[in-house]
């Protein structure tokens, strides 16, 4: 494989034999500490230059990207979205935009653009504004947006405020070195969900790995109004779905929909089962659902898989994490834990039930 090296801002140079790499980061607006972190962890002199939108940081790493990428490629990293590298920086003018991009498409012509426009944090992170609204915006809005998943290389590019100047922020690597081949880690989805949830569940069976089978029995805790149980009914699984809240009309009316209209505490003592599938979305402390689940155990079969998301809170998330994976461990296998793109504030879980 072609060994294609981030190079000092600025400078185009590729194949490049430099060891240092400036690369975007993105993660979730509330994981920024725990991505860097995670990070850290693999390249601990990694520095945090700037924070160009909420959840994009621009970093320094003195490793080469691939390096840098590497320990993430096997398994997915819990709070990273995506990276990718930068190799040249250009002010917004169109003519030295366009420049870059011919001469980065000739070294690598088979790259496909992935473009991004990243709104600027002007007052914190709440408080964004879009870049001024001129050509070079415009030439990158066609390749802008949710895109094709790709597999060769690709050509990123991120618009940003860097402190009071608007930059365009380029690079050229494999698909499978930005830990996400979508850019910014937002995959498309050609299904449309009711609502938000549904994709959570979408992106964790992708990530995940997870086939689910046909005939199978799901419980689904904290089901309404019902996207999960949506996605469930979808792959031909039957679903008994347990809320306080209602749920859509046309899930009452499916006869492989059994809806128990009450908390998924109540519901315990006179639970249906076993169960092959475990789904939790339960808006609830992630300590008291990480309880709940593990009496549910007893109701999941041995070869049975469960998808949980924590709602976690400030401050102090990696803690209530620690506590609720330690509440967990005592009925499940945490096979692996995903702070999904669709995920707020939240992290994702899949689980096996732990065979003594
Ligand atoms: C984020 S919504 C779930 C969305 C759902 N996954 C979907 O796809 O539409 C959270 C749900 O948790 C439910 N919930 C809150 N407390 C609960 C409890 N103690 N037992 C069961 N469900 C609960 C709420 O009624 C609500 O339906």
Redesign the pocket.
């Known amino acids: 494989m072609e060994h294609l090296i981030a190079t000092p801002i600025g400078e185009i140079v590729a194949p490049y034999t430099r060891s240092v790499n400036h690369s975007i980061l993105t993660c979730s607006p509330y994981f920024v500490e725990l991505a860097v972190n995670e990070i850290c962890r693999s390249h601990p002199s990694i520095i945090v230059l700037d924070t160009l939108s909420p959840g994009c940081l621009l970093i320094q790493a003195p490793v080469s990207f691939d390096q840098l990428t590497r320990p993430f490629r096997e398994h997915l990293p819990i709070y990273l979205h995506h990276l990718f590298p930068i190799q040249k920086t250009v002010s917004l003018d169109i003519s030295s935009v366009k420049q870059a991009i011919e001469k980065l498409m000739s070294q690598h012509p088979t790259a496909t653009i992935q473009a991004r426009i990243l709104p600027d944090m002007v007052n914190g992170a709440d408080a964004v504004a879009m870049p001024p609204f001129n050509e070079v915006v415009q030439f990158f809005q066609r390749w802008e947006g949710p895109s094709p998943a790709v597999t060769g290389k690709i050509l990123s590019v991120a618009i940003a405020r860097q402190h009071t100047k608007w930059r365009v922020f380029m690079g050229v690597s494999w698909a499978n070195q930005n830990i996400s081949p979508y850019a910014g880690g937002v995959r498309p989805y050609k299904v449309q969900m009711p609502?938000r949830?549904?994709y959570k569940?979408l992106e964790a069976l992708t990530d995940f790995g997870i086939r689910l089978r046909e005939g199978d029995h799901a419980l689904d805790?904290?089901?309404?109004?019902?996207?999960?149980?949506m996605v469930l009914r979808q792959r031909g699984l039957k679903v008994t779905a347990?809320?306080?809240?209602e749920m859509y009309p046309n899930l009452l009316d499916d006869p492989m929909v059994m809806y128990r209209g009450m908390?998924?505490?109540n519901y315990l003592p006179q639970a249906e089962g076993p169960f092959d599938v475990i789904t939790n979305?339960?808006?609830?402390d992630a300590q008291d659902s990480s309880r709940l689940m593990v009496q549910y155990a007893k109701l999941l079969r041995p070869d049975g898989l469960a998808i949980v998301t924590l709602k976690l809170r400030q401050p102090n998330m990696r803690r209530l994490m620690d506590h609720s994976f330690r509440i967990l461990r005592q009925a499940y296998k945490i096979m692996q834990v995903r702070q999904l793109v669709s995920n707020r504030q939240e992290v994702c879980l899949f689980l096996r039930p732990k065979i003594e």
Do not use: K, Q
């Open positions: 609502n949830a549904g569940l805790l904290g089901a309404a109004p019902g996207a999960w149980t347990v809320a306080p809240t908390t998924a505490e979305d339960m808006r609830m």
